[in-house]
Nanobody, 127 residues
């Protein structure tokens, strides 16, 4: 198991930016592919971005492509989500997730394939 703690959420105006971070502890961080998901009120938790163990493969949801950037620092056991050009529809609780994998290039966009989750951080974008 790996423990995940998100930080960096807050209230921002449309067009603004935020940088989320997720600090991991417990197991070897570089053994895990990571993902960011979000959940808006009354909606299901949805995929935002995912990154492989090595950081060499990254995928984004179409809704955030070109605006959000996911990265990881294996030396600091931390993953980041840089969110630019934020819009009100980006308002949600953002969750960091980790998935153990033997393959350095593997990643997943499927919520059910992640076994470790953080507690979430609220992002609110005002119009």
């Amino acid at each position: 198991q790996v423990q995940l703690v998100e930080a960096g959420g807050g209230l921002v105006q449309a067009g603004g930016f935020l940088r989320l971070s997720c600090a991991a502890s417990g197991r070897t961080f570089s053994d895990y592919a990571l993902g960011w998901f979000r959940q808006a009120p009354g909606k299901e938790r949805e995929f935002v971005a995912a990154i492989s163990r090595s950081g060499g493969n990254i995928m984004y949801a179409d809704s955030v492509k070109g605006r959000f950037t996911m990265s990881r620092d294996n030396a600091r056991n931390t993953v980041f989500l840089q969110m630019n050009s934020l819009a009100p529809e980006d308002t949600a609780v953002y969750y960091c997730a980790a998935r153990f994998t033997l393959y350095s290039g593997s990643l997943s966009i499927k919520r059910d394939e992640y076994e470790n989750w953080g507690q979430g951080t609220q992002v609110t974008v005002s119009s």
